[in-house]
């Protein structure tokens, strides 16, 4: 026998026992579409220890889970499809313990409605009387790639209107007026959309075009035109009127035009057919020819040359220079040396101070203010080179004298020369000597060595070289005279010649 207070006599030792989660709805697989609402069902959840349960429906697959409800039963929908997707029951009971149930469903998209497009007749278009009108639809469109069904509903504006076909594209010839056409698209779940166009059929206007071969030229050059892609709707006769827009006009289907003056022209071509006429307009870019630089290189007398001598004054004579569309008000040198100078003359005089191919350029400024150029190359040929004379000089021991002369472009040839080398000094002395010359590198190009008795009979040599044996190197050449002397002192003496000659 046990009393009140015994020991297991309170409720509160009974252990608390975990709810069971069990989804009645929807069943394992089952398929719903997009937005369509379908019935969660966890009434057959239970809790072994009669305790109240709390309920809670997530959906898994399509990003963060979504919370659908907290009801035990309820009717949800999804808007986004998705497949194998896990829609999870949670019950918990008043002791906090948990379980669940899972099952797995596919949210198929739903139908979508087609949507309705007409290609032609265009809505507000104007369309020729007497041609066949065609009806376009095959533009509409289902986003479920259903096939479609085409009810075409026509009628004259303000009037009843009449299936006119079932077809995605069709033509009919209709009579003058406007018109209004229906197009009704609906696919095999009967979801359906329509769109309205209003047209005309009139008597068209002709259509102008114009063809040019060019849109910018100077002037009195001359624009091909070509109207030949104009048309009439109906197929009428055209005329042509074309207007230049420099108060000349042409009635030809493809005329030619040139514009004297420099400006921005429209070219207006008119066809008409019978009553009716049509027009198309081009801009057209004349361009001056601006002035033309023309000069030639003149002489003392007045010859015209190509090629002139260093340090000599010649003419360029600019005045052959023409402005067709204004007077020439300056003229410009660049005399291809690094000097320039600006004129209201036509000619002027310059000498260039060192030998080479100058590229001369003439710019031509007239009262427009446009410009013209021409470049002339000019010749420049070195002055021939000549140096002579006589040195003497005490020879104790050893010396040299070195003599510098520079060797240009254009050189033909060359020659050195020592002369009279020889010495005054007492009875049976002499002095040997050496001649070298080098060029601009540095290399020997001539030598002569030999001995002369004081009092005796003088030495001579000379070196020439001509460029058409061999190559001149060009730039200062350096021509040696060295005396040796082992004896008593002598006097020596020497005449020398340089000479560059240059062709010309």
């Given at each position: 026998?046990?009393?009140?207070?015994?020991?297991?006599?309170?409720?509160?030792?009974?252990?608390?026992?975990?709810?069971?989660?069990?989804?009645?709805?929807?069943?394992?697989?089952?398929?719903?579409?997009?937005?369509?609402?379908?019935?969660?069902?966890?009434?057959?959840?239970?809790?072994?220890?009669?305790?109240?349960?709390?309920?809670?429906?997530?959906?898994?697959?399509?990003?963060?889970?979504?919370?659908?409800?907290?009801?035990?039963?309820?009717?949800?929908?999804?808007?986004?499809?998705?497949?194998?997707?896990?829609?999870?029951?949670?019950?918990?009971?008043?002791?906090?313990?948990?379980?669940?149930?899972?099952?797995?469903?596919?949210?198929?998209?739903?139908?979508?409605?087609?949507?309705?497009?007409?290609?032609?007749?265009?809505?507000?278009?104007?369309?020729?009387?007497?041609?066949?009108?065609?009806?376009?639809?095959?533009?509409?469109?289902?986003?479920?790639?259903?096939?479609?069904?085409?009810?075409?509903?026509?009628?004259?504006?303000?009037?009843?209107?009449?299936?006119?076909?079932?077809?995605?594209?069709?033509?009919?010839?209709?009579?003058?007026?406007?018109?209004?056409?229906?197009?009704?698209?609906?696919?095999?779940?009967?979801?359906?959309?329509?769109?309205?166009?209003?047209?005309?059929?009139?008597?068209?206007?002709?259509?102008?075009?114009?063809?040019?071969?060019?849109?910018?030229?100077?002037?009195?050059?001359?624009?091909?035109?070509?109207?030949?892609?104009?048309?009439?709707?109906?197929?009428?006769?055209?005329?042509?009127?074309?207007?230049?827009?420099?108060?000349?006009?042409?009635?030809?289907?493809?005329?030619?035009?040139?514009?004297?003056?420099?400006?921005?022209?429209?070219?207006?071509?008119?066809?008409?057919?019978?009553?009716?006429?049509?027009?198309?307009?081009?801009?057209?870019?004349?361009?001056?020819?601006?002035?033309?630089?023309?000069?030639?290189?003149?002489?003392?007398?007045?010859?015209?040359?190509?090629?002139?001598?260093?340090?000599?004054?010649?003419?360029?004579?600019?005045?052959?220079?023409?402005?067709?569309?204004?007077?020439?008000?300056?003229?410009?040198?660049?005399?291809?040396?690094?000097?320039?100078?600006?004129?209201?003359?036509?000619?002027?005089?310059?000498?260039?101070?060192?030998?080479?191919?100058?590229?001369?350029?003439?710019?031509?400024?007239?009262?427009?203010?446009?410009?013209?150029?021409?470049?002339?190359?000019?010749?420049?040929?070195?002055?021939?080179?000549?140096?002579?004379?006589?040195?003497?000089?005490?020879?104790?021991?050893?010396?040299?004298?070195n003599y510098n002369f520079n060797v240009e472009i254009f050189v033909s040839s060359m020659e050195i020369e020592f002369t009279e080398i020889s010495c005054i000094g007492a009875v049976g002395s002499s002095l040997d000597y050496t001649l070298t010359i080098a060029d601009s590198t540095g290399n020997e190009v001539g030598s002569s060595n030999g001995n002369i008795a004081c009092g005796g009979e003088a030495a001579s040599w000379n070196l020439a070289i001509n460029s058409e044996d061999n190559p001149i190197?060009?730039?200062?050449?350096?021509?040696?005279?060295?005396?040796?002397?082992?004896?008593?002192?002598?006097?020596?003496?020497?005449?020398?010649?340089?000479?560059?000659?240059?062709?010309?």
């Amino acid at each position: 026998m046990c009393f009140s207070g015994c020991l297991g006599d309170s409720e509160d030792d009974v252990p608390n026992r975990a709810p069971e989660a069990r989804i009645l709805k929807p069943g394992q697989g089952n398929n719903f579409e997009v937005g369509e609402f379908f019935t969660i069902d966890g009434s057959l959840s239970s809790d072994p220890d009669d305790d109240d349960l709390q309920y809670m429906w997530t959906l898994s697959g399509l990003g963060s889970p979504i919370d659908l409800s907290t009801q035990m039963s309820d009717s949800v929908m999804v808007d986004m499809p998705g497949d194998d997707l896990v829609l999870t029951l949670m019950v918990m009971d008043s002791g906090g313990l948990t379980s669940q149930d899972i099952v797995v469903i596919n949210i198929e998209p739903g139908n979508r409605p087609p949507v309705a497009s007409i290609i032609t007749p265009s809505n507000g278009g104007s369309y020729s009387k007497g041609k066949e009108v065609t009806f376009n639809g095959m533009s509409s469109s289902d986003a479920d790639n259903d096939p479609l069904t085409y009810v075409w509903e026509l009628g004259e504006a303000g009037e009843p209107t009449y299936k006119a076909s079932t077809e995605g594209k069709f033509s009919l010839d209709l009579g003058e007026g406007g018109w209004s056409v229906t197009l009704t698209v609906t696919d095999p779940d009967g979801e359906s959309n329509f769109i309205k166009h209003s047209f005309s059929v009139t008597d068209l206007p002709p259509v102008a075009s114009i063809k040019l071969d060019k849109t910018s030229v100077f002037t009195d050059e001359i624009i091909q035109f070509s109207g030949e892609d104009s048309y009439d709707p109906e197929g009428k006769a055209l005329d042509f009127l074309w207007d230049f827009g420099d108060n000349k006009t042409s009635s030809l289907k493809s005329p030619q035009h040139s514009w004297d003056d420099a400006g921005m022209y429209q070219v207006t071509l008119t066809v008409i057919a019978e009553d009716q006429e049509g027009s198309e307009t081009k801009n057209i870019e004349i361009k001056s020819l601006g002035p033309i630089a023309e000069f030639e290189f003149e002489d003392e007398s007045g010859s015209e040359v190509e090629k002139t001598r260093s340090n000599a004054n010649i003419t360029l004579d600019g005045g052959d220079s023409s402005g067709p569309d204004g007077e020439i008000k300056e003229y410009k040198w660049n005399f291809g040396d690094g000097m320039e100078r600006t004129t209201n003359e036509s000619s002027t005089e310059y000498s260039w101070s060192a030998g080479g191919y100058y590229n001369v350029t003439l710019t031509v400024t007239d009262e427009n203010d446009e410009t013209g150029e021409i470049v002339k190359i000019l010749q420049v040929v070195p002055e021939d080179y000549s140096e002579e004379g006589q040195d003497s000089s005490p020879v104790a021991q050893d010396i040299e004298q070195n003599y510098n002369f520079n060797v240009e472009i254009f050189v033909s040839s060359m020659e050195i020369e020592f002369t009279e080398i020889s010495c005054i000094g007492a009875v049976g002395s002499s002095l040997d000597y050496t001649l070298t010359i080098a060029d601009s590198t540095g290399n020997e190009v001539g030598s002569s060595n030999g001995n002369i008795a004081c009092g005796g009979e003088a030495a001579s040599w000379n070196l020439a070289i001509n460029s058409e044996d061999n190559p001149i190197q060009l730039g200062d050449y350096q021509a040696n005279i060295a005396f040796t002397n082992s004896g008593t002192p002598v006097q020596a003496s020497w005449n020398y010649k340089f000479v560059v000659i240059y062709e010309f």
